[in-house]
């Protein structure tokens, strides 16, 4: 498409931003910031909690990438209820592709996960996510707009790693207790989202993830020995329960391997990097 909105533009639209633009396509971002997240786009600020600020968006025609996290309480994403309530008759998109989560599966037991499984999230992000999804498909239907959904497995790269965590002395899993969980380069991500733009139909979904599946206590030790940090103290489920917040715990508890190959057939995506080892490196 010749014009492209990014909503939400944090660290990942940022990347998305820098390649359309590449690309030669008309790039508008849009968040809460004043600064423009990349130089040579046009920005719009406002906030998706105000739906007095997202009068002025470019959305005629567009393609749209909605990136916006869901606001932290409850199970109904109203940001996204704001955003599609914003957009007056004629204003329609061209197409729209949400960023969700793998999180709608719920626990699953290790067991591996396509797109056709029945999503059932136990945590309340997981739950938020889900509700954005349906939001969006429907209004796509009654609006004409083709939505393609994306659930992304955990997001890293060498700028994104959980510094934070490791340098506060945050416990993990158990190696022997922690069950497989799945990730995708920031990088591999940004080109997904314009790959879903191009090339996904209406209804479609894809799970984003590299298909090389380890553990969340892998995937700290692995970040703590890049970042040339500790590795963090393990602890069993039982102390895990009282000293990681709820959200750590959904993470270190729900199990399932996300199956990536509608993505990299469909999409024709060819990964820059396929395991969490050359990610790291990179």
Not at 18 to 25: D, F, V, W, Y
Not at 66 to 91: K, V
Not at 211 to 230: E, I, W
């Amino acid at each position: 498409m010749e014009h492209l909105l990014i909503v939400g533009c944090g660290a990942i639209g940022r990347r998305v931003a820098i390649l359309a633009k590449e690309q030669g396509t008309s790039v508008s971002t849009f968040n809460r910031s004043e600064e423009a997240p990349v130089a040579g786009v046009r920005h719009l600020t406002g906030n998706l909690d105000q739906p007095a600020t997202l009068s002025a968006l470019p959305t005629r025609k567009a393609g749209v990438i909605y990136l916006a996290p869901p606001p932290g309480g409850g199970i109904e994403d109203t940001r996204a209820r704001n955003f599609c309530a914003s957009i007056a008759a004629g204003d329609e998109p061209g197409k729209l592709v949400y960023i969700s989560t793998s999180s709608v599966y719920g626990d699953c037991g290790g067991e591996v996960v396509t797109e056709d499984a029945e999503p059932r999230p136990q945590a309340a992000h997981g739950k938020r996510r889900l509700h954005a999804e349906r939001l969006f498909a429907q209004w796509g239907k009654e609006r004409g707009v083709p939505v393609v959904i994306l659930r992304v497995t955990g997001i890293y790269a060498s700028d994104r790693l959980p510094v934070s965590q490791l340098t506060t002395g945050q416990p993990v899993l158990r190696e022997e207790q922690s069950h497989p969980s799945n990730r995708i380069h920031a990088d591999d991500l940004s080109r997904i989202c314009l790959a879903a733009l191009e090339r996904g139909e209406d209804g479609d979904i894809f799970n984003v993830s590299d298909g090389s599946p380890s553990s969340m206590t892998t995937y700290f030790n692995a970040a703590a020995d890049r970042l040339g940090l500790p590795r963090p103290r393990q602890v069993t489920m039982e102390e895990a329960r009282r000293v990681m917040t709820p959200l750590m715990i959904s993470y270190f508890s729900e199990s399932r391997v996300v199956d990536n190959s509608r993505m990299l057939i469909k999409l024709g995506i060819k990964l820059l990097y396929p395991n969490l080892e050359a990610g790291l490196k990179g």
